[in-house]
């Protein structure tokens, strides 16, 4: 087996299992972006892998990856796991995420493998509006700056995501980059407190042609948190049935204090997504 690193020439030439996986070039950003790919002694592909950090999320390697069908169960992705390893420039941990039955957790667990999140993967119908209670102190995110809900948006993003993927440093800018191409503010709600201030935030993403919605409190002691984010999620869902969108997901995880108890009421969910870390 030899390991080498992935060329523009083999993904314009990826077979089909390597095709429609996030395989980039190697080094295709800097030195933290590094691609491998594994083949037989007549060069033909066996596997690849992949980790990158996200400018958001530096504390650890995104990773994935893919061995062909026929060479499975030979040590291929271990291989190409220990050599991306082998390749940080900083030792971090890896994080990798899957849905449950996912049967790849069970390689990962052969690592050590840790949950550190689960976030669910159903699709959510609009039309379950009603099962929420409407608030007075609901209104369009449209109604504010946009500096005032950018900061809404990365305060809120900042301490949903402290206990297990924190953010570095400095990080404002990247994580509202190209959030006004993304969202549909009309959608969107926010809570606003009697002062002005925003309370909570949710925001609908429709860059992708399924909505999607995600936010929360814009601190984590909010009080009555849960009831703001059901009156938000209230008024966006009730909108966005009458924009015609029967469904949506939510990028939402379980450990989410105010938004969390909603799923129930919206769902239930019944497919989890799987985040992991785990080390070589």
């Given amino acids: 087996m030899i390991l080498r690193s992935l060329t523009t020439d083999d993904t314009s030439l990826a077979p089909d299992w390597l095709r429609g996986r996030r395989m980039l070039p190697d080094r295709w950003r800097d030195e933290h972006t590094r691609t491998l790919i594994a083949e037989d002694g007549a060069g033909e592909p066996m596997g690849a892998a992949t980790m990158w950090t996200s400018p958001v999320h530096p504390d650890r390697y995104s ?10 169960r030979a040590g291929i992705a271990t291989a190409l796991l220990e050599a ?12 990798w995420g899957a849905a449950e039955t996912d049967p790849a957790h069970g390689f990962a667990a052969t690592f050590g493998a840790r ?17 929420l209670r409407p608030r007075d102190d609901i209104a369009s995110a449209a109604a504010v700056s946009r500096v ?36 549909d503010p009309h959608l969107s709600s926010i809570a606003v407190s009697a002062t002005g201030a925003i309370d909570a ?23 009555a948190g849960t009831r703001l984010l059901e009156g938000c999620a209230r008024r966006t869902f009730n909108l966005l049935a009458g924009a015609g969108f029967a469904e949506t997901l939510l990028d939402a ?14 769902g239930p969910v019944t497919r989890w997504h799987r985040i992991v870390e785990f080390r070589p």
């Fill in 201 to 223: 935030v949710l925001l609908v993403f429709i860059d992708g042609g399924q909505p999607v919605v995600a936010g929360e409190t814009v601190s984590r002691d909010t009080p």
């Fill in 253 to 266: 995880h379980e450990t989410d204090p105010h938004f969390a108890p909603l799923f129930d009421a919206l």
């Fill in 84 to 95: 991306l390893a082998e390749l940080q420039p900083e030792p971090k941990r890896f994080i």
């Fill in 63 to 72: 990773v994935d990856l893919v061995v062909a069908p026929d060479h499975r």
């Fill in 148 to 183: 005032a809900l950018e900061q809404a948006w990365v305060d809120m993003y900042e301490w949903t995501h402290a206990d297990w993927h924190p953010v570095g440093p400095d990080t404002r800018a990247a994580l509202v980059e190209d959030l006004w191409d993304e969202i």
């Fill in 115 to 131: 949950t550190i999140q689960r976030a669910p993967l159903d699709t959510f119908q609009t039309s379950r509006a009603g099962r």
